[in-house]
């Protein structure tokens, strides 16, 4: 395939031929003569680094096929590398002998419970985001389950130095969570995690604090039945909340949501940002889809006002979204004489929708509570990786079969974009890193002879190789988009906030991150883990050079987690 002017112009499209090729165009450099080479000289070159979108799919979609699809095919910024952890994503029971099988337990749909599912998955995702190369922009985007894989990650991330050192390197994207503080299912029922049986199916609880040192935006659909669960026993709440997990988290769910909605609900808390969508009720989508049909559905429609009010009397909407609430068999009282005080509201706006045949449900502003109470977690321990010969072999041919899978996707993405006229967001310019470049010195009959150590891409050395890879192309992009709709957030290097709408102010201080000294990071080629290139010839951008005696001895410290070995 040809390359076009524009795309030679492109600095992503120069950062990636760069990353890939500069090893071999440098070493492959003249030699004149066949005397041994002087004394070497080791000096410094500026590589770009290609920033990384790492996806993990939900349930039953192990291999992350839909996740560029999403807010209408913008879920990934423009010009990222982007590329799936493929893991079993499934909600099953463990099955004997056949579960553990060795080699085969964390292929794609391989039976496994809820709880063990997303613990292999966040073994992988973790051992993924260790070998990413020092300095880049990383986002990891979950969806349904895999944003209960990224939530493990991100907590686990929040205890290693080595990574709070670099916390502005790394963003969250969670769609869909089940772990979401005030709404999640798995969050609502915390206190049922000791139940026999229950317990040990579900991973009933967050894994972490809801708050962390990384910039995170948790997106959810109203009535979205995994992440926005009653807080209160009412019948038919509980059947709405059901039916929307068929609606707003599945099909379309958040494929055909505008990620700016104008008339969403952001709260940032610290570094996290939750975005709502405000929807009509699922459970009168059926009678909607067949009004739809005849062009009655202002009839439907003018139904949802009044039931609106008596689904609503179980959430609190205006409760910090960042404190876990706990789901609860009975409805306070002042809940349900306010209900009782909105209905003739509810009666009027019915009437008008009769008359109008216009509708667009709202929701109230949460207020974000001046304390923090500590977050009710449970234990999430992430899976150790088998790192057998046989483990590695089915497990790179599922990375390769994912990779060609999600090529195939990607374009799906691009027709949603025209359907429904968004763009994904513009990424941000390539980090930039240090090289090694050795030059040998010429004798009286010998030329001189270049070797260069680079700085890894995600596409040339990760464990889950780019999904452009695949098919050995280096990443395109066109050229890119104006972003929209981003929110007044606090600053950080490299790659802005996540464009949720409009989040309110700020009004409490981020979690505790920790006092870690700062790391240096080598950017050399032949380094194989995030976390253990501290004896490399150049360090991160901003750390100090007198920290690597302290990098050190964190990487020894971290040797027994196999979460994160040393690729």
Request: charged residues 15%.
């Amino acid at each position: 395939m040809g390359v076009n002017s524009t795309q030679l112009q492109s600095p992503r499209w120069t950062a990636t031929v760069l990353a890939r090729g500069v090893a071999v165009s440098i070493a492959a450099a003249t030699v004149v003569g066949v005397s041994a080479p002087g004394a070497p000289i080791v000096s410094q070159a500026a590589v770009q680094l290609v920033n990384t979108t790492i996806g993990v799919g939900g349930s039953f979609d192990p291999l992350g096929l839909s996740i560029p699809l999403f807010f209408y095919g913008t879920t990934v910024p423009q010009g990222d590398s982007f590329h799936v952890v493929p893991y079993p994503g499934q909600i099953n029971v463990e099955w004997p002998i056949i579960s553990a099988l060795p080699g085969l337990s964390g292929v794609p749909y391989w039976p496994h419970s809820l709880k063990q599912s997303e613990r292999i998955g966040a073994g992988y995702l973790e051992q993924d985001i260790a070998k990413q190369a020092p300095g880049q922009k990383i986002t990891i985007l979950g969806m349904s389950q895999g944003a209960q894989v990224a939530e493990i990650a991100r907590a686990d991330m929040a205890k290693d130095p080595a990574y709070l050192a670099h916390a502005g390197d790394y963003t969250f994207t969670l769609i869909g969570d089940p772990y979401q503080p005030n709404g999640g299912i798995l969050s609502r029922f915390t206190s049922w995690s000791r139940m026999p049986i229950l317990g040990d199916l579900f991973p009933l609880g967050r894994p972490g604090p809801s708050d962390s040192p990384f910039q995170t935006t948790v997106y959810q659909n109203q009535y979205d039945g995994f992440a926005d669960f009653p807080a209160y026993f009412n019948p038919l709440a509980v059947v709405n909340a059901l039916l929307g997990i068929m609606f707003e988290h599945v099909l379309p769910g958040y494929a055909l949501e505008p990620k700016t909605s104008p008339n969403s609900v952001s709260t940032t808390v610290g570094n996290t940002t939750y975005v709502t969508f405000p929807q009509r009720l699922p459970l009168l989508a059926p009678l909607r889809l067949a009004a739809s049909l005849i062009g009655a559905q202002r009839l439907v429609d003018a139904m949802d006002p009044v039931l609106r009010v008596i689904i609503e009397s179980a959430y609190d909407r205006t409760a910090d979204p960042s404190q876990v609430k706990q789901f609860s068999w009975t409805t306070p009282q002042a809940k349900i004489s306010a209900a009782l005080k909105e209905l003739p509201g509810a009666f009027a706006q019915s009437m008008q929708i009769l008359r109008t045949g216009r509708y667009t449900p709202t929701l109230p502003q949460p207020v974000v509570d001046a304390t923090e109470p500590a977050t009710p977690t449970t234990e999430h321990p992430a899976k150790s990786v088998d790192n057998s010969p046989l483990a590695k072999a089915i497990r790179q041919s599922v990375v390769n079969l994912t990779a060609a899978l999600t090529n195939i996707t990607r374009p799906v993405a691009k027709v949603l974009q025209v359907v429904g006229g968004q763009k994904p967001t513009s990424a941000t310019p390539p980090s930039n890193a240090v090289a090694s470049v050795t030059t040998l010195q010429p004798s009286p009959s010998t030329g001189s002879r270049l070797s260069v150590t680079a700085p890894r891409t995600a596409q040339a050395t990760s464990g889950e190789p780019d999904s452009n890879a695949a098919s050995g192309a280096a990443a395109a992009p066109s050229a890119p988009a104006a972003s929209k709709g981003k929110p007044a957030k606090r600053a950080r290097s490299g790659r802005p906030a996540p464009d949720a709408v409009a989040p309110v102010r700020q009004t409490r201080d981020h979690a505790d991150t920790g006092a870690a000294p700062n790391s240096p990071t080598a950017a050399t080629a032949k380094a194989g883990d995030r976390r253990s290139e501290s004896a490399g010839t150049a360090t991160k951008p901003g750390a100090p050079a007198g920290a690597k005696a302290d990098h050190a001895k964190a990487d020894h410290a971290q040797s027994g987690k196999s979460a994160r070995p040393a690729a």
